[in-house]
Every structure is written in structure tokens, then in C-alpha cells.
């Protein structure tokens, strides 16, 4: 079925609301209309952002770029100036870092040292999201400033230029495509069809391997529900800095099948799971099976405590990471990928079992995301990790390391001394369970 994974990667920027969106949308709808297959659309409000032309005019000539999503339109004049010099009324060069999602950072330092607009260099123009808040909460956080990605700038370094961003926005609503063939509980197989320029691995072949591990599963008459969300890349019309997985979150959020397997960024490299751990004894006999990580549609569910499998080989990705060199996959890789999730929808979740002292919790899987959650962590303002963890025992040995703690979506425990940062997160644990109760 590699007319699927084909027609996904003709559209360059599939994003949320688009009218390439909606095309796509219905093409779909018409692959998936077979007998014993029911469809409904899941609508979302979204933020259509599109980048119409991205360019840096010098003495030397014009270069072409990429606006970082979501920064509004902007002209702006000033000289180009390396990190680490005066760039304030100045436009920043600075290259991407080795974590590119630390790329906001770089930009809200710029912005409070007054640079007019930041552009990242080294490696391929990118586009990766850039907000203006240190953590990832629901929030409202726009870009702080104009933020763009170009090619090698070392020639321009000095030289006074124009920067010129052209972009268009709007709200509006996407679908996320919802198909199943019983309408008794089953387990869904998703992945996310919007994506950053080509999106070969990121991810069309995520869209190819789930719906031919659907089709599969519909002909040997197993129940099963297929999930192509939008709105994985972004984005909430307020533009939050937890901004990815907004689609999956809408949809999920309402109606929650008992397994969710998903597939993203899958089609080159090695394809691991991630699960929480008490699906692990499940799965090793499958492959290689490690912790929850964050950047995929099944983070509300690991957030939630749900019992969710990612399949993904993100980790050998990352140098094609939403640039222009995410343009091809291996097909052994897709069917593969799709293979493994066809046993996977197989599997039965066990009902987690943990420890909690003092909290009573009727619900196991809440009581495991008490226990077990996303912690967003910073040693200092320049990076930070968002890890799957204990968070009774971390906060509990090591929360005094770090100078601001946060739970993923959530609230921030502590800011510049961390020391009590376990008590804090015990006392919310408790108003929590409180004003649940009381409902």
C-alpha cells in the first residue's frame, strides 16, 4: 500500500488547516471505505500557520530560508551578529544546537538581550517550533521574536541585511480520521499525518505502516480501531508551549481505546518501543522496549497512565529532523514497523500495580500516573530534559539538583531551589485527589 505513504509525502508543509490538509483528508477517507469499516471525523480547533517566503537580502545577494513555526510576518534590518557579541537591535546568527529543541532558549535569550530577530544556521534549515516560555505547559506562549533557519551564513556574519518573513495564520478547525470495524472497546493503531516539508519518516511512513497494519488486522476480522491525527506538529490557536500532540490530545481526551499503538517516525534506523513499565515484560520478547519519551501522540496516554506502545526509530533520525533531507525511507523498515504493530494490537494490557503510601486511588492506571509521569527538568535556562520517571523517588534523591522542576503539561514545583520540591508535589498529589473526590 505504498500509494499511501506517496500521496502523503507530495505535500510539502501537510499542516493543521490546511487546504492541502483537507485533500489529503478526503483521499484518505476514500482508501479506507471498504466493507465493515465505519469512519468518523474528530474536528479540533487549530492554528493554520503557513510560511509563503522566508528570505535575507544582503549586499551580497539574497539567500533563501525557513520561518520556525510559529513566528508571525516581520521585516526587519540590521546587521547579521554572531552569539556571543552585542546583538542587541541586531539579528542574531547562531547555530542550532545539539538538542534542537533548546533552539527556544537560544531565542528567548536573544530576545532579552533586545536582538531585532534570531536566525539558526549549521546543518540544513529546519523547521522546529519555537515559543516563549522556559517550560511546556498549556499556556499561551508565541515566539518572542521573529526566528528564521537558513544555510551557511559565515559570509554575511557583519554584513547589514534584511530580514523578511512572510507568513499567514489563521484559526480554524482539522480532522483527525477516526476508523474502526466493532463498536465494542478495541485497541486503535494512529499515527499523525501533518508534517514539516517532505516528511518521509516524519511521518508518512508512520501513516503507510498504520493504515496497512489496520488493513490487515480488518481482513483477519480482529477488532480494531485506526487513529490518523492531526495536529501533532501543532498547533492550539493560543499557540501553548506544549504545543505538539494537540490533535491526538482533543480526540483522546473523550475517547479512550483500551491499547493505543502508535507509529511515528518510523522507515530508517532501528524501531524501538516505548512503553511505560508495566507493559515491558509484554513486549521484550518483541524487540528492543525502553521508557515513555515525549514526542509522540501517546504522551497524553503515558501522562494518564493508559497502557500505550510507540513504535519508533526517532533516535537514528534526528540529523533529518524536520529538514529538507527527511525525503526518503526503506520500505523493509515500513513493513516491518507495521508487522510489529500488528502483534502489538494483539497484546493485553495488565492493569498496573504501584505503591502509594497515604493516597487512596480507585483507579490504578490515575494511581500509576501519580507515581509514574513526565517531569520536565532544568540545571540551568539554556536546556532542559523531559524525563519518565518515579516522581516520589526523584524528587525525593535528586530534585535539590536542579534550579526549576515542572510536570509536563502541568504546574511548575519549584524555581531556583528545589530542595522541597518532593513535599510541593505531595501536597498537590493530595488537593488533587481531594477535588476529585469531591466531583
Same mark, same amino acid.
Request: net charge negative; glycine share 6%; proline share 7%.
Given at each position: 500500500?505504498?500509494?499511501v505513504?506517496?500521496?502523503?509525502v507530495?505535500?510539502?508543509?501537510?499542516?493543521a488547516?490546511?487546504?492541502?490538509?483537507?485533500?489529503f483528508?478526503?483521499?484518505? &477517507?476514500?482508501v479506507?471505505?471498504?466493507?465493515?469499516?465505519?469512519?468518523?471525523l474528530s474536528? !479540533?480547533?487549530?492554528l493554520?500557520?503557513r510560511?509563503?517566503s522566508?528570505?535575507?537580502?544582503? %549586499?551580497?545577494g539574497v539567500?533563501?530560508?525557513l520561518a520556525?513555526?510559529?513566528?508571525? $510576518?516581520?521585516?526587519?534590518?540590521?546587521?547579521?551578529?554572531?552569539?556571543?557579541?552585542?546583538? #542587541?537591535?541586531?539579528? =542574531?546568527v !547562531? +547555530?542550532? $544546537?545539539?538538542?534542537?529543541?533548546? *533552539?527556544?532558549?537560544?531565542?528567548?535569550?536573544a530576545a532579552?538581550?533586545?536582538? *531585532?530577530?534570531?536566525?539558526?544556521?549549521g /546543518?540544513?534549515?529546519?523547521?522546529i517550533?519555537?515559543t /516563549?516560555?522556559?517550560?511546556?505547559?498549556?499556556n499561551?506562549?508565541p515566539?518572542?521574536?521573529?526566528?528564521?533557519?537558513?544555510?551557511?551564513?559565515?559570509?554575511?556574519?557583519? +554584513?547589514r541585511?534584511?530580514?523578511?518573513?512572510?507568513t499567514t495564520?489563521?484559526?480554524?478547525?482539522s480532522?483527525?480520521?477516526?476508523a474502526?470495524?466493532?463498536?465494542?472497546?478495541?485497541p486503535?493503531?494512529s499515527?499523525?499525518?501533518?508534517?514539516?516539508?517532505k516528511?518521509?519518516v516524519?511521518?508518512? *511512513?508512520?501513516?503507510?505502516?498504520a493504515?496497512?497494519t489496520?488493513? +490487515?488486522?480488518?481482513?483477519?476480522?480482529?477488532?480494531?480501531?485506526?487513529?490518523?491525527?492531526? =495536529?501533532?506538529e501543532?498547533? &492550539?490557536?493560543? !499557540? %501553548?508551549?506544549?504545543?505538539?500532540?494537540?490533535?491526538?490530545?482533543?480526540?483522546l481526551s473523550?475517547?479512550r481505546?483500551?491499547?493505543?499503538v502508535n507509529?511515528d517516525?518510523?522507515?530508517?534506523?532501528?524501531?524501538?518501543m516505548?512503553?511505560?513499565?508495566?507493559?515491558?515484560?509484554?513486549?521484550?520478547?518483541?524487540? %528492543?522496549? #525502553?521508557?515513555?519519551e515525549?514526542?509522540f501522540?501517546?504522551?497524553h496516554?503515558e501522562?494518564?497512565?493508559? %497502557?500505550?506502545?510507540?513504535?519508533?526509530?526517532?533516535?537514528?533520525?534526528?540529523?533529518?529532523y524536520?529538514?529538507?533531507?527527511?525525503?526518503? !525511507?526503506?520500505? #523493509?523498515n515500513?513493513?516491518?514497523a507495521a508487522?510489529? &504493530?500488528?502483534?502489538?494490537?494483539?497484546i493485553? $494490557?495488565?492493569?498496573?500495580?504501584?505503591?502509594l503510601?497515604?493516597?487512596?486511588?480507585?483507579? $490504578?492506571?490515575?494511581?500509576w500516573?501519580?507515581?509514574?509521569?513526565?517531569?520536565?527538568?532544568?540545571r540551568?535556562f539554556?536546556?532542559?530534559?523531559?524525563?519518565?520517571?518515579?516522581?516520589?523517588?526523584?524528587l525525593?534523591?535528586?530534585?535539590g539538583e536542579?534550579?526549576?522542576?515542572?510536570?509536563?503539561?502541568?504546574?511548575?514545583l519549584?524555581?531556583?531551589?528545589?530542595?522541597?520540591?518532593f513535599?510541593?508535589?505531595?501536597e498537590?498529589?493530595?488537593?488533587t485527589l481531594?477535588?476529585?473526590?469531591s466531583?
Amino acid at each position: 500500500m505504498s500509494h499511501v505513504y506517496s500521496k502523503c509525502v507530495s505535500y510539502s508543509d501537510l499542516t493543521a488547516g490546511s487546504p492541502e490538509e483537507r485533500e489529503f483528508l478526503q483521499w484518505l &477517507a476514500s482508501v479506507l471505505d471498504t466493507p465493515y469499516v465505519w469512519m468518523h471525523l474528530s474536528p !479540533v480547533e487549530v492554528l493554520y500557520w503557513r510560511d509563503v517566503s522566508t528570505r535575507l537580502e544582503s %549586499p551580497s545577494g539574497v539567500v533563501g530560508g525557513l520561518a520556525m513555526p510559529y513566528t508571525k $510576518p516581520a521585516v526587519v534590518e540590521g546587521k547579521l551578529v554572531e552569539w556571543g557579541k552585542d546583538v #542587541e537591535s541586531n539579528i =542574531a546568527v !547562531v +547555530e542550532f $544546537p545539539r538538542d534542537l529543541d533548546d *533552539a527556544k532558549y537560544l531565542a528567548i535569550e536573544a530576545a532579552e538581550r533586545g536582538a *531585532a530577530a534570531v536566525v539558526f544556521t549549521g /546543518g540544513p534549515p529546519r523547521r522546529i517550533v519555537v515559543t /516563549g516560555d522556559l517550560g511546556y505547559s498549556m499556556n499561551s506562549a508565541p515566539p518572542p521574536l521573529p526566528v528564521a533557519s537558513f544555510g551557511d551564513l559565515s559570509k554575511h556574519l557583519g +554584513e547589514r541585511v534584511k530580514l523578511e518573513i512572510e507568513t499567514t495564520s489563521r484559526v480554524t478547525f482539522s480532522y483527525s480520521l477516526v476508523a474502526f470495524n466493532t463498536f465494542d472497546d478495541s485497541p486503535m493503531v494512529s499515527a499523525h499525518w501533518d508534517h514539516w516539508l517532505k516528511g518521509a519518516v516524519d511521518n508518512c *511512513a508512520g501513516v503507510e505502516a498504520a493504515v496497512t497494519t489496520f488493513s +490487515e488486522l480488518v481482513a483477519d476480522d480482529v477488532p480494531i480501531a485506526l487513529g490518523l491525527f492531526t =495536529a501533532e506538529e501543532g498547533v &492550539a490557536p493560543h !499557540v %501553548p508551549s506544549f504545543y505538539w500532540a494537540w490533535g491526538s490530545l482533543n480526540y483522546l481526551s473523550r475517547w479512550r481505546p483500551n491499547l493505543l499503538v502508535n507509529i511515528d517516525a518510523v522507515g530508517l534506523g532501528t524501531p524501538r518501543m516505548y512503553a511505560p513499565p508495566y507493559l515491558h515484560d509484554q513486549l521484550r520478547h518483541m524487540g %528492543p522496549v #525502553e521508557s515513555p519519551e515525549p514526542h509522540f501522540d501517546s504522551v497524553h496516554y503515558e501522562r494518564w497512565g493508559l %497502557p500505550s506502545v510507540t513504535v519508533s526509530s526517532l533516535r537514528d533520525f534526528w540529523q533529518r529532523y524536520h529538514s529538507p533531507l527527511d525525503a526518503e !525511507v526503506s520500505f #523493509e523498515n515500513v513493513l516491518y514497523a507495521a508487522e510489529l &504493530a500488528k502483534r502489538l494490537a494483539k497484546i493485553k $494490557p495488565p492493569t498496573p500495580s504501584v505503591e502509594l503510601d497515604n493516597f487512596h486511588v480507585d483507579d $490504578p492506571h490515575v494511581a500509576w500516573s501519580i507515581r509514574y509521569n513526565y517531569l520536565v527538568l532544568f540545571r540551568d535556562f539554556s536546556h532542559s530534559d523531559v524525563v519518565y520517571v518515579d516522581v516520589f523517588n526523584f524528587l525525593k534523591r535528586r530534585g535539590g539538583e536542579y534550579r526549576r522542576i515542572d510536570l509536563l503539561g502541568g504546574p511548575t514545583l519549584c524555581l531556583y531551589d528545589c530542595t522541597a520540591a518532593f513535599d510541593v508535589y505531595r501536597e498537590l498529589t493530595l488537593l488533587t485527589l481531594a477535588s476529585h473526590n469531591s466531583l
